[in-house]
């Protein structure tokens, strides 16, 4: 038992049936009857659909149906929703136009849905959808924030004049203007966070069915939160009771933020199996999911930093442009605010911070929540620019964070934009990552590196991220439209094996392994005893999903809460089977025992004695099962500083990274080898941000020239270094494990870190992301020029 | 229009008539309900599909079926011998080297072929030859720890 519980690196359970191939991922169901669905995709950015003739796609082999958005229309299906309305500068809501689950008048973004082909076969949809013929009336796109902004543009939607999503503002104006004023020293950067697609390995994929006999409607999907999307479609979509959706979510194969959303693909199989009495199946292929899996970042950022002659920080104040694509997703409106602008304090003590916000709509694909959301945004500003003022001020990029760190003695801390930071230890993290990068050691690395004739640089990237989202009353007040607790239900069976019931969805997090840990922990139970239960609409209680670190956090302390009431009933069937009142029932890691005697009786009796209740309490209901919910008293946390070091080749502009170490405090941790797991991914992901990765499209057409792993260049196993992992240990004090959340923050701390390093070693702050060979040696070349004229 | 194809499928020979356009990836995934090989893309750069032709490691997106005629195909489902996991396998559970376990049968079957043909590899061998191998997860950091102690188990 001492080597499965809390603390171990307890090999996943989950594990055998993905190594054998084995996982039911939802394109590997499929179901009697089954038609295909395939759609006629927008092949323009901008365009009012004139007409659409299917006539010829109708009558091609093995078609049952094609359907436009006129069709959907006729049975009145509600469009797709944003469930996060943010008020603006002057408390008006947010601009939020219908998005259609097919396009009715015009299409917004190349690869809008204009006709779906519904067939008997997948091949036999795909050409059919071919022999579609819309014409358009094109219209001039546009793709960016900046020229969305100005004064005759294309409007992208006729009810959001301007493009402007909203004009929102967060923090005191005034304090931080006073702030500036007396300042001795004003960093100033601009900064543009690169769009990106999150690209889980596993295209979205959807089937819907419809029992008319049970008028039953059952949803497999690829999704992070069945009962959310369940929620969506019911209440807002089709106006269904609930009782009788039921939502699947198996096997998924990553997310990162993208398969929270509910989307037009899944709605249109419902809608189509519920109209054909059949089940209807969709799988994106790898282009769909660059044009329609909803994008991630894209924002352009002023943001300014005022310092006293020592460089402590006065005032911050950033102004941020945010796309949100042409139509407003599931969760958009909250990212670039909420999830963004309240994590502008990074780990520091500045007093007095304001953001404006202004969020536009461009002829692009949705852009939502991406590993990390708003948080990485965040990171990146806050530092990029405590980079960039320290080497402004001559002080060394270490000493001037740790001059400003909220203090150990500080906790909790009330930050001036709204956070109350629960715990951590700032500066020990930050001696730590010095020590296992040896970051002393950096200058004759550096020299050494340049006898070769390469560019040496490092850089540092201390994060704050705020997980275990969120006290329901607190995401409420800021215009969520659903409360963010979360669910367990913990059955034992009478032969003491446990189902535990998790709200929480895994896609590649591996709950199955630590949730069941926790439950072994305290509740005695071997793991193998142990099944997790998630994805299932019909057998999990309704539960929020997992996105923003939250499961262990939220998911994992509703755990705890139903393994408390087990134990409450557990001693009270001991007390009757040991002939003792309930108050002298001890309790310890799965044995009851009276106190002060060597009676004792274990968890698996009383199980089975909760079911076969011969010799029982008379007052006591039979059974050993309990549900819990938890809503989580605070955000939690994480914190952290990486360090990441390259050597750039100057003739070739290629960037190595060469050294990577993250020391990370994620509260207490219950899986150390699924939580560095996490970690190498996130600063994967951060690191393809940095060095690699970005959505493109034309300005002039709209056409996303990115649309393929040909074009998008994802990273590979060799352009990535191994990663040294420390981490430090400051318990959550809120929440019953402990824990804080690790899922994201690699991908919010590495691409700070990384362009840290890159500036440094370049010794200018003008570059973007992604800092490609090209953009680099361009770089190298303007330097070299700027060089020779002097 | 369809064809007749054989293919011999983790030892079975497999006769099905099919549309000429079909890929080996679908003969297996649609016409023999082998799903544990996965498409992740439509260019072949992903590698979520890799299976064994007559011993070496193929992307099944990228051959049709009718070109394996006649051939012998392992896929993930066949690798496990006896009942016994195959060293890779059992490297990538031990090492963590999986989190969604999309990429994974992909991964491992190339990293079998990998370790076939390069009985020792270096790190920098593994890195270089996972290329053609995509995971959006690990950061392939216990992958290539996977992949050096699989091809170490598999020298016996």
């Known amino acids: 038992m001492t080597n499965q519980g809390i603390g171990q690196s307890v090999r996943r359970k989950e594990d055998f049936r993905f190594i054998t191939g084995q996982g039911h991922y939802t394109d590997d169901i499929n179901r009697p009857g089954q038609l295909y669905a395939y759609f006629h995709r927008s092949p323009h950015a901008f365009a009012k659909i004139k007409s659409i003739n299917t006539d010829a796609a109708r009558k091609m082999p093995g078609v049952v149906a094609v359907y436009t958005g006129k069709d959907v229309a006729v049975d009145k299906v509600g469009g797709l929703i944003c469930g996060w309305t943010v008020k603006d500068k002057k408390g008006e809501p947010h601009k939020a136009p219908r998005h259609d689950i097919i396009a009715i008048d015009h299409v917004r973004h190349v690869g809008d849905q204009v006709a779906v082909v519904i067939a008997r076969s997948l091949g036999e949809a795909r050409d059919a959808a071919e022999a579609i013929e819309v014409d358009y009336d094109v219209l001039t796109p546009v793709v960016d924030v900046v020229t969305a902004l100005q004064p005759g543009a294309p409007e992208v939607h006729a009810d959001a004049p301007g493009n402007l999503c909203y004009d929102w503002d967060f923090g005191d104006k005034a304090a931080t203007e006073a702030a500036f004023a007396k300042a001795a020293h004003v960093t100033k950067i601009d900064l543009v966070n690169n769009r990106l697609s999150p690209n889980p390995m596993e295209p979205r994929s959807a089937i819907g069915e419809y029992e008319p006999g049970t008028d039953q409607t059952t949803v497999y999907t690829t999704s992070q939160n069945p009962h959310v999307i369940r929620l969506i479609l019911c209440a807002f979509v089709f106006g269904l009771p609930e009782h009788k959706v039921r939502v699947i979510a198996p096997d998924v194969g990553g997310g990162f933020g993208s398969k929270i959303f509910n989307y037009a693909e899944e709605t249109v199989c419902v809608w189509a199996a519920r109209k054909l009495k059949k089940p209807v199946k969709w799988t994106s292929d790898r282009t769909e999911a660059f044009l329609t899996d909803a994008h991630g970042r894209d924002h352009v950022t002023h943001a300014e930093l005022a310092m006293d002659k020592d460089g402590k920080f006065l005032g911050f104040r950033v102004e941020t442009k945010a796309n949100m694509g042409a139509y407003l997703s599931t969760f958009a409106s909250a990212v670039p605010t909420y999830l963004y602008a309240l994590l502008l304090a990074g780990q520091y003590t500045t007093p007095a911070i304001y953001a404006e916000v202004k969020a536009v709509f461009t002829n692009t694909t949705p852009v939502d929540a991406y590993r990390g959301a708003g948080r990485p945004e965040a990171t990146y500003v806050v530092e990029r620019i405590v980079e960039a003022a320290a080497r402004e001020l001559k002080i060394d990029p270490a000493e001037l964070r740790r001059r400003n760190f909220v203090p150990d003695d500080a906790f909790p801390y009330q930050t001036p934009v709204a956070c109350v930071y629960d715990s951590g230890q700032y500066a020990k993290a930050l001696d730590e990552a010095l020590k296992m990068s040896d970051y002393a050691g950096f200058k004759q690395r550096k020299a050494e590196a340049a006898k070769k004739g390469k560019l040496r640089g490092i850089g540092l990237c201390a994060y704050i991220e705020a997980c275990g989202i969120a006290p329901s009353a607190v995401v409420g007040s800021l215009g969520a439209g659903v409360g963010l607790w979360e669910s367990a239900q913990i059955r034992f069976n009478a032969t003491g094996s446990v189902f535990v019931h998790t709200g929480s969805h895994s896609h590649g997090q591996g709950h199955e392994t630590t949730f069941a840990q926790i439950v072994s922990d305290r509740l005695g139970v071997p793991l193998e005893s142990i099944e997790v239960v998630h994805g299932d609409t019909a057998l999990v209680p309704m539960g929020m999903g997992t996105y923003g670190s939250r499961s262990l956090a939220v998911g994992g302390s509703a755990i705890m809460r139903a393994a408390d009431k087990i134990i409450d009933k557990g001693k009270k069937i001991a007390a009757h089977l040991m002939e003792a009142s309930v108050d002298d029932v001890a309790y310890d890691k799965g044995v009851f025992s009276v106190k002060g005697t060597d009676k004792q009786v274990p968890m698996a009796q009383i199980a089975f004695t909760a079911y076969v209740p011969h010799n029982y309490p008379a007052d006591l209901e039979p059974g050993l099962e309990a549900s819990a919910f938890y809503d989580p008293a605070n955000f939690t946390f994480p914190a952290g500083v990486h360090v990441a070091e390259v050597e750039i080749d100057s003739d070739t502009g290629v960037t190595r990274v060469v050294n990577w170490v993250a020391v990370d405090d994620f509260g207490k941790v219950v899986n150390p080898m699924i939580v560095e797991g996490q970690v190498h991914g996130g600063i994967a992901q951060g690191v393809g941000q940095a060095l690699l990765e970005g959505v493109v499209y034309d300005p002039k057409s709209g056409q996303l020239l990115t649309a393929s792993f040909n074009d998008y260049c994802m990273p590979r196993a060799d352009d990535l270094p191994s990663y040294k992992v420390g981490m430090i240990e400051t318990p959550c004090p809120h929440n019953p494990l402990g824990v804080k959340g690790c899922g994201e923050a690699g991908a919010i701390a590495a691409p700070a870190a990384l362009m840290n390093a890159i500036t440094d070693a370049l010794g200018t702050e003008k570059i973007n992301m992604p800092a490609t060979p090209q953009n680099v040696w361009r770089v190298i070349q303007s330097q070299n020029l700027a060089a020779a004229a002097e | ?156």
């Open chain 2, 1 to 156: 229009m369809t064809i007749s194809v054989t293919i011999t499928v983790n030892g079975q020979p497999e006769t099905r008539d099919v549309e000429p356009r079909t890929l080996l990836v679908q003969f297996l995934r649609e016409h023999l309900q082998l799903t544990g090989t996965h498409v992740g893309c439509d260019t072949s750069q992903c590698g979520a599909c890799v299976v064994h032709v007559d011993g070496k490691s193929v992307k099944a997106c990228t051959i049709l079926a009718a070109q394996a005629q006649g051939a012998k195909v392992t896929t993930i489902e066949g690798l496990a011998a006896d009942g016994k996991l195959h060293p890779m396998q059992e490297a990538f559970r031990e090492h963590h080297a999986l989190q969604c376990g999309f990429c994974t049968p992909g991964m491992i079957m190339s990293a079998v072929d990998l370790a076939q043909r390069n009985p020792n590899p270096s790190e920098e061998t593994v890195r270089h030859e996972l290329e053609g191998n995509l995971c959006r997860c690990t950061g392939y950091h216990n992958i290539v720890k996977a992949v050096m102690a699989g091809a170490q188990a598999m020298r016996g």
